[in-house]
């Protein structure tokens, strides 16, 4: 199979209609590629694999090779993440897709990525890729049924303007996050990039002019009511902007996406007002180097904001 980046404005349009009718068949007021602000760019160009059949684009798969970091901020091996998977419904069922994928895992191999990471509900197909279901994540869920508490602390609470935001206070989102052993490096000018994201909403808490706890909500057409990435200096904050989220947005229920290695008090102070939570596999992942055991890989915790 030959594969191909797209660097002409007609291969970007064609992607971008085939993504649009295969991942967004309902009409929304923003087109796919503002959802991928980085991979589906006309500057990440690398990142996007087409494939012709009979000399129309046939399907497509991204791949952003990643830097995985450990809590010290110290690089540890290169993953890529793969997403934006689809192919023209007139010529699905022949193996294109299957294909393209074994194509884009040659890529990653050339390039010494040590694993790849998707999210899909097409599980089964997946597994016959190679692919299995590693990593975990607690989903704690909150419903109307127990209704948002007043604020504990004297911080202050802001729903903010996303345009507005200071490399400095990226920074402090950024070191806020809660500590784990694994994840993907991540620069200032890539999260503002994500920031862009429509149907995204930033919240802060504020102590004065410090930044004590932040959290993300929706993430273009995925994610919405989920509270995918946050940092906070204590969990009292965390709980006090998830009550506040849930007020400010009116959400008769909204779900918090956490790591599995959260520390035993988060975990005990969130699920006291929780109405439940769950543990669930992290994403899909093909391992590449078989010197890199499922044990390290287990530790990897993906940020929602950085899945594509």
């Not at 404005?9 to 209609?17: A, M, Y």
């Not at 000399?55 to 993440?81: M, Y």
């Not at 920074?171 to 920031?195: A, P, W």
């Not at 969990?235 to 956490?258: G, W």
Request: with cysteine.
């Amino acid at each position: 199979m030959t594969l191909y980046h797209p660097n002409e404005s007609k291969h970007f349009q064609l992607r971008n209609e085939l993504l649009q009718t295969c991942l967004r068949p309902d009409p929304l007021p923003f087109p796919i590629e503002s959802e991928y602000p980085i991979v589906l760019a006309p500057e990440g160009r690398q990142f996007s694999f087409c494939h012709d059949y009979q000399n129309q684009l046939c399907s497509h798969a991204n791949l952003w090779p990643r830097k995985v970091l450990d809590t010290l901020g110290k690089e540890q091996f290169p993953i890529g993440l793969v997403g934006n998977v689809a192919t023209d419904p007139r010529w699905r069922g022949h193996g294109h897709m299957r294909s393209l994928l074994t194509a884009v895992e040659e890529v990653a191999r050339e390039s010494q990525l040590e694993a790849l990471f998707l999210w899909s509900d097409l599980s089964s197909f997946y597994q016959k890729l190679g692919f299995l279901s590693l990593g975990q994540e607690f989903h704690f869920h909150f419903l109307e049924s127990r209704p948002a508490k007043k604020q504990k602390t004297e911080v202050r609470l802001v729903h903010c303007d996303r345009q507005q935001i200071s490399d400095d206070m990226l920074m402090q989102m950024l070191e806020l996050r809660h500590k784990v052993s694994f994840t993907l490096e991540r620069s200032i000018e890539e999260f503002r990039q994500m920031l862009q994201i429509p149907w995204l909403d930033l919240f802060v808490a504020y102590d004065m002019t410090d930044i004590v706890a932040y959290a993300l909500v929706g993430k273009g057409y995925d994610m919405m009511g989920v509270i995918h990435e946050w940092g906070a200096k204590e969990s009292i904050f965390l709980l006090d902007l998830i009550n506040f989220i849930r007020r400010d947005m009116s959400l008769p229920q909204c779900m918090l996406l956490a790591p599995s290695d959260l520390k035993g008090s988060w975990h005990h102070d969130i699920l006291e007002q929780a109405t439940a939570v769950e543990t669930v596999p992290m994403a899909l992942v093909k391992i590449l180097n078989e010197k890199r055991s499922k044990e390290e890989l287990q530790k990897l915790f993906i940020w929602g904001l950085d899945s594509i």
